[in-house]
């Protein structure tokens, strides 16, 4: 609880910052590729999704360098195969976050239809976790998983018209996000992602 008042103080200090600034408001939408690093012997990454609200705050007046805070809905995890004598087995091992980017944007001109690099850190809060249950033993039924996460993450991307854009990101968590894994590793979330946006005019 007390990780989710103190994410929720950040966000609303951050927009209240910027209240007076020319503000865009956006969504954004992305197919992503995760793993959890070093948690499971067989571990394969899942296909999931990111879904959310942006922002564009100017930091200069040249239409340049920008500050994009995010708030999205992310879903994480893995898969952990077992091959046993009764047959293979894919086992889900998903986990459900809040993901709260805050990224600074640069343009390398001011036109209008151009190129973009962004990055910066993220804090993510864990909403919910599931994993398949069965009646064998497997590494993941002891697995606790942090409700907390930061890390950083690095995009490139491609603006149309400063309205609608496509970018590809990759997030590395920088915290412990499993305990009582087999191995006793430091578990980090990766993420990589392919998504869309669109900024109101």
Do not use: W
């Not at 020319?22 to 969504?27: L, S």
């Amino acid at each position: 609880m007390r990780n989710k008042i103190v994410l929720f103080a950040i966000v609303t200090f951050l927009f209240a910052e910027f209240t007076q600034a020319q503000i865009r408001f956006g969504a954004r939408a992305a197919g992503s590729i995760t793993n959890i690093t070093d948690v499971h012997s067989n571990s394969k990454s899942r296909g999931g999704y990111q879904i959310g609200v942006t922002a564009l705050i100017p930091i200069t007046n040249n239409d340049i360098l920008f500050f994009q805070p995010e708030v999205q809905y992310s879903a994480q995890g893995e898969f952990d195969q077992y091959f046993r004598n009764d047959g293979d087995y894919k086992q889900k091992v998903f986990v459900s976050m809040i993901n709260v980017p805050i990224f600074a944007k640069l343009y390398f001109t001011d036109a209008s239809s151009e190129f973009f690099v962004e990055g910066g850190p993220f804090f993510g809060i864990q909403v919910g976790n599931n994993t398949d249950k069965y009646d064998f033993p497997t590494e993941a039924d002891d697995n606790e998983y942090s409700g907390f996460d930061f890390g950083a993450g690095l995009g490139v991307g491609y603006s149309l018209n400063r309205n609608v854009e496509f970018s590809v990101r990759y997030l590395i968590g920088l915290t412990d996000q499993v305990k009582n894994d087999a191995a006793n590793e430091s578990n980090k979330t990766s993420n990589l992602n392919f998504g869309i946006s669109y900024f109101l005019p």
